[in-house]
């Protein structure tokens, strides 16, 4: 009588699979998360890395400065001169009124002109004054010179707010090195500064200002050109395009 016999290394072969299907979505898993990681580090290393944009490196700020202005004083002088005159009128033109902050006249001790400044400074703050400047936001003070054979300046003084960036000039490497293709420290420096300076109102930096009141008349004429269909005299002095009427 012949033996039954049974292959099982084709039911085992046939187990192979499953057990595949298995262990691949495990690995698809593990392979997911690795990446994963490598992506996190990417993202930090890229947000913590030094900044190469010369507005984040010189940012313009606004701050509270000293505004100074020296006028030279002659010994021989009696009160206040023309020429000094002109320099602290343009100096007060920029004298915030409804901020009043305090105006410090400072004037010379124990020097040949100390007399001649003393009278200067009082007509330095009468014209103050009459400037705008209030009495009581008015300080005239001495101050002792470093030198007192020379004829010290009257030094009149004022804070403000300004907008400004941080000093110029710094040098830290060689500029020759270009290996990593960035910039220098110092680059943008200068016009960071000078668009600070021609900042006319620093809070124009925090927000917009209030709208001004309408011109009624050019409201009224715009409105009449463009009820009538017609072109402006304004845009065709300023168009390249000839308009036939």
């Known amino acids: 009588m012949e033996k039954a016999t049974f292959d099982t290394s084709s039911a085992a072969e046939a187990g192979h699979p499953r057990r595949a299907w298995i262990v691949r979505p495990v690995l698809a898993a593990i392979a997911v998360a690795l990446l994963a990681g490598c992506a996190a580090k990417r993202d930090s290393i890229t947000v913590g890395a030094i900044p190469d944009d010369y507005r984040t490196n010189h940012p313009i700020v606004i701050a509270e400065k000293e505004q100074v202005l020296d006028l030279p004083v002659g010994a021989s002088e009696r009160g206040m001169t023309r020429v000094q005159r002109v320099a602290l009128q343009g100096f007060l033109a920029n004298y915030d009124r409804s901020a009043a902050p305090v105006l410090t006249i400072l004037t010379p001790s124990g020097t040949p002109n100390a007399v001649a400044a003393t009278d200067a400074a009082r007509d330095f703050a009468r014209f103050a004054r009459s400037r705008g400047v209030h009495e009581s936001r008015i300080i ?106």
């Not at 960036?165 to 270009?178: E, M, S, Y």
């Open 140 to 245: 005239v003070s001495p101050y002792q010179p470093s030198s007192m054979e020379a004829s010290a300046p009257i030094r009149v003084t004022y804070t403000a707010m300004q907008a400004q960036t941080g000093p110029c000039g710094r040098w830290p490497a060689d500029i020759a090195d270009t290996s990593d293709n960035k910039h220098y420290a110092n680059f943008g420096c200068s016009y960071q500064n000078n668009l600070a300076a021609q900042i006319a109102n620093p809070a124009d930096l925090l927000g917009p200002r209030q709208p001004s009141e309408i011109d009624a008349a050019n409201r009224g004429n715009v409105i009449d050109v463009y009820r009538d269909r017609d072109i402006s005299n304004e845009f065709l002095r300023n168009s390249e395009v000839e308009y036939s009427q």
